[in-house]
């Protein structure tokens, strides 16, 4: 084809395929299809599609190059390569959705073990934290204190609750044990027992006040 004008060259579909591939080049390169003469191993010629791309040579005097590849000769290599990428998604997929099965096997036991302990230590502190309101507030005569299993967060909670509850607890029964000397000190001195006085310390401060109180009056009395 050496020193023939393939200008108006046009393929089977009306494609001037070389103006198109010209024009591209001017566009700083780009793709154009279209069908044209392909050589069988038999000797024969048959018509096929081809892709070829076009790109001007720079500083060349508008001079441009053109390559191509037909369709159908690329379609086996296309098919192996689709062939082998489907392959590796898929295994791929396989193995994500296998690993993704094993991790949740492995992960759900402990957000369940977590949440179990979770609610049973709220529940725990919940309840002891009513009873001893209850105590404090002599609905009930007795409190109890929670059974600290763990040393975590809800464990250490727990053990400055006991510590709180026994300690509140302490000060309750030795402020009524105040109260009941102080009742029984004032049954002698209605007897005409002025030497009587309150031994018994409470920890209310307003107490102690209290018995102080009541003892610098017997002392008067007692003068």
């Known amino acids: 084809m050496i020193g023939t004008d393939l200008h108006n060259a046009k393929d089977e579909n009306g494609i001037f395929y070389v103006r198109e591939l010209y024009q591209r080049a001017l566009d700083k390169g780009g793709f154009v299809t279209f069908h044209?003469?392909?050589?069988?191993?038999?000797g024969e010629n048959t018509i096929a599609e081809k892709t070829a791309y076009s790109y001007?040579?720079?500083?060349?005097?508008?001079?441009?190059?053109?390559?191509?590849?037909?369709?159908?000769?690329?379609?086996?290599?296309?098919?192996?390569?689709l062939e082998e990428l489907l392959s590796f998604f898929s295994k791929s997929f396989f193995k994500t959705v296998l690993f993704s099965i094993i991790f949740i096997l492995i992960i759900i036991p402990f957000i369940f073990i977590f949440?179990?302990?979770?609610?049973?230590?709220?529940?725990?502190?919940?309840?002891?934290?009513?009873?001893?309101?209850?105590f404090i507030n002599h609905k009930t005569k007795n409190v109890s204190t929670i059974d600290v299993k763990t040393n975590d967060e809800f464990g250490q909670i727990s053990k400055a609750i006991n510590e709180n509850i026994l300690a509140t607890k302490q000060g309750l029964e030795q402020d009524a044990k105040a109260?009941?000397?102080s009742v029984e000190t004032v049954?002698?001195?209605?007897?005409g027992n002025l030497t009587a006085r309150i031994t018994?310390?409470?920890r209310n401060p307003q107490l102690i006040e209290l018995k102080n109180v009541l003892n610098r009056l017997l002392d008067v009395l007692q003068t």
């Open 179 to 181: 109260v009941k000397e």
């Open 56 to 81: 001007l040579i720079p500083n060349a005097d508008d001079l441009w190059i053109s390559t191509g590849v037909y369709k159908d000769t690329l379609e086996p290599y296309i098919d192996r390569s």
């Open 36 to 42: 044209f003469t392909k050589p069988q191993p038999n």
């Open 115 to 134: 949440y179990r302990n979770l609610i049973v230590g709220v529940q725990g502190i919940d309840a002891n934290i009513t009873s001893f309101f209850n």
């Open 200 to 202: 018994a310390n409470p």
């Open 187 to 191: 049954g002698v001195v209605e007897s």
